[in-house]
Nanobody, 124 residues
Framework: QVQLVESGGGLVQAGGPLRLSCATS????????MGWFRQVKGKEREFVAA????????YYADRVKGRFTMSRDNAKNTVYLQMNSLKPEDTAVYYC?????????????????WGQGTQVTISS
């Protein structure tokens, strides 16, 4: 099993930066991916970004492309989501997820494990 712990959320002003972290522990395998999803109360959880662990290939939702950057630190088993030019509509609970395999990374149902989530609130 895999344990995920997110951190870095908080309250920031529109236009500002924020970096989220997701520390991973437990048993992992050579081919897997990590993703960030976000959810607003009453709405569906939506894909934000993902990265494959072996090659570091990144994928982004259209709504965050050009503003958010995902990266990984293999030695620390940690992934990061650098968020810039934040907008009020980015306000959500952000979840870190783990999935076996490195394809279909944009689909929530593909993920096997989730962190507890971290709240990101953007004020205008």
């Amino acid at each position: 099993q895999v344990q995920l712990v997110e951190s870095g959320g908080g309250l920031v002003q529109a236009g500002g930066p924020l970096r989220l972290s997701c520390a991973t522990s437990g048993r992992t395998f050579s081919r897997y991916a990590m993703g960030w999803f976000r959810q607003v109360k009453g709405k569906e959880r939506e894909f934000v970004a993902a990265i494959t662990w072996s090659r570091g290939s990144t994928y982004y939702a259209d709504r965050v492309k050009g503003r958010f950057t995902m990266s990984r630190d293999n030695a620390k088993n940690t992934v990061y989501l650098q968020m810039n030019s934040l907008k009020p509509e980015d306000t959500a609970v952000y979840y870190c997820g783990y999935k076996s395999g490195d394809i279909t990374v944009q689909y929530e149902e593909e993920y096997d494990y989730w962190g507890q989530g971290t709240q990101v609130t953007i004020s205008s």
